[in-house]
C-alpha cells in the first residue's frame, strides 16, 4: 500500500479515510506518472485539539487547521509555476517516503458543511493536495498556486468529483 493511516480519532475509521486516503493519493501520483508501489506516505488521522498542536509546533499558528505535510525532502521548484522536481522512487530496499500528512476531522466536517461539499469530496481533495505538497508543489506564488489548483482539479476530475474551486 502507498498509505499507512495512523488512527488517532475513531470517525475517520467510520468515514473510511484509510480506502479513500489510498485511492486519493495513488490517483495524485499516477497523474503526475508517478509509479505508487515506488512511495509510501504516512497520514494521521486526528481530530481538531491534536491539529492544532501540531500546528502550532511546526508553523506557529496555535489553531486547527484541515491539513497539514510535511515532506521528506524539498522538491520545489525554484522558480514561479516550475514543475517541481521528481522524487526518487523506491527500489529493492522498499518504497521511497515521501512524508507524512495530518488531517482534522472536525474543520474537515465544518468546511464541507460551510462550502456545501460532499465530506469525503472535501476530504479527498484536503489528501490529494497534502500529497502535492508533500511532491514540492506548493500555492504562495501566484504561478505555483495555478499550477498546483489545476492538477487538483484534473486529479479530483478523474475521481469523478467537482471542481473543489468552483
Given amino acids: ?12 475509521q467510520e468515514a473510511g479515510l484509510p480506502d479513500l486516503a489510498e485511492v486519493a493519493a495513488r490517483q495524485a501520483l499516477a497523474h503526475l ?15 481538531d485539539a491534536r491539529i492544532a ?4 509546533d511546526f508553523r506557529g ?8 505535510s510535511w515532506p521528506d525532502e ?14 526518487p522512487q523506491g527500489g529493492d530496499e522498499g518504497p521511497c517516503p515521501l512524508g507524512d500528512i495530518a488531517i482534522a476531522y472536525e474543520t474537515c466536517m465544518r468546511e464541507a458543511g460551510e462550502q456545501d461539499k460532499r465530506f469525503h469530496a472535501h476530504v479527498t481533495h484536503l489528501v490529494v493536495h497534502g500529497v502535492l505538497h508533500l511532491l514540492g508543489y506548493d500555492h ?3 504561478m505555483d498556486a495555478t499550477l498546483m489548483e489545476r492538477h487538483e482539479r484534473d486529479i479530483l476530475g ?3 468529483l467537482p471542481d473543489p474551486y468552483s
Avoid: F, H, Q
Fill in 1 to 12: 500500500m502507498l498509505t499507512d493511516t495512523i488512527i488517532e480519532d475513531d470517525r475517520w
Fill in 33 to 47: 506518472g508517478l509509479d505508487p508501489a515506488g512511495y509510501e506516505i504516512a497520514i494521521l488521522a486526528c481530530d
Fill in 53 to 56: 498542536v501540531l500546528n502550532a
Fill in 61 to 68: 499558528k496555535p489553531t486547527p487547521t484541515n491539513v497539514l
Fill in 74 to 87: 524539498d522538491l520545489s521548484a525554484e522558480t514561479d509555476g516550475g514543475r517541481p522536481e521528481e522524487p
Fill in 140 to 142: 504562495i506564488r501566484d
Fill in 158 to 160: 478523474k475521481l469523478g
